[in-house]
């Protein structure tokens, strides 16, 4: 099969590989779409490598159809599926633990299908299970218009809460509006601490941390749960430790990509429970930015590193 391999100055090839091989309780899913994720981008720069066990190529989440499984499977061959991975998306073929493989929801493409399991466990796991978010409770939601973004944003509102959440153009802050997102700030232009004072948040999502984290911890509500899930705006801040512990507030460092495949299984099957039908009836959203072949990676990796785009971007195989 093919796969996309980096290559020592990080330029990506469509590449012959050796075919998985299946092991005992795993499914081998012949690809039709990966989606993205600003993982990739660090993986391609050699800072985020796969777990032990996982292939060397990119690739978080994918859908596509059942090619082999073992014959007392709950899967079979044929069966349209969406899986997460601990990597190896960006193939013609992926092998997983059948546990960590989902049906598409009723109604979904291949494409739409792609996007659900990396960016929609990510949300619900820092937010809902690391956060506890409560029906009613604000969250704060780093990149609203990214494909994480969009996913968290609706599974918030879905389930009962409010939203802020920052963007960087007048065209992004109307989409996420669009969305449900209930306080949005540029920040281009505006002071997110200084909106945070005035709408103290119970629960934050972050993939920016850097300086600015030190004052949006201290304009947290009482108790807030503030998540990091990665450093794109810088890995130092300075903190107010006197302020953090008198109000209870909780900094909370979680990585999906870390997790067990068996803590990952449970996530997923309470995800579904929770969130298939809505995806059925289109209450919640999967927004595609653009897809494009797998021979444009390239392509689709330039989008994400420009920040162009509004929600998605995808991958098809075959």
């Not at 989409?175 to 700030?185: P, Y």
């Not at 969130?275 to 689709?300: M, N, Y």
Request: with cysteine.
């Amino acid at each position: 099969m093919k796969a996309i391999l980096i290559q020592e100055d990080q330029a990506l090839t469509w590449s012959e590989v050796a075919d998985p091989v299946r092991k005992e309780n795993e499914v081998i899913i012949d690809i039709r779409a990966a989606a993205l994720n600003r993982a990739d981008l660090m993986q391609r720069a050699g800072n985020y490598p796969p777990p032990p066990g996982w292939p060397e190529w990119m690739g978080l989440e994918v859908s596509g159809v059942i090619a082999e499984a073992s014959p007392d499977s709950q899967w079979k061959i044929g069966d349209k599926v969406c899986a997460l991975l601990g990597g190896g998306g960006y193939a013609e073929k992926v092998v997983v633990p059948e546990d960590m493989v989902l049906p598409i929801p009723a109604g979904l493409s291949f494409i739409e299908a792609a996007t659900i399991p990396e960016a929609f466990l990510t949300s619900y796991l820092n937010i809902f299970i690391e956060g506890g978010m409560k029906p009613g409770e604000m969250v704060f939601i780093q990149a609203g218009a990214s494909g994480l973004g969009v996913a968290a944003i609706q599974l918030v509102k879905a389930l009962g809460g409010k939203v802020m959440t920052t963007v960087s153009t007048p065209e992004k802050a109307e989409f996420v509006r669009k969305l449900g997102a209930d306080i949005v700030v540029n920040r281009t232009n505006e002071n997110l601490a200084e909106i945070m004072a005035e709408n103290p948040v119970d629960v934050a999502m972050d993939c920016v941390a850097g300086p600015n984290l030190g004052p949006c911890l201290e304009n947290m509500a009482r108790g807030g749960r503030w998540i990091v899930i990665a450093t794109l705006g810088g890995t130092v801040s300075e903190l107010n430790m006197l302020d953090f512990f008198k109000r209870g507030v909780k900094l909370i460092g979680s990585t999906l990509r870390s997790r067990t495949s068996e803590v990952k299984a449970q996530l997923l099957s309470e995800l579904k429970d929770k969130i298939w039908d809505k995806l059925s009836s289109r209450e919640i959203k999967l927004v595609i930015h653009k897809s494009l072949p797998i021979t444009q990676a390239e392509k689709a990796h330039a989008i994400l590193e420009r920040r162009e785009n509004i929600g998605k971007v995808v991958l098809t195989v075959n």
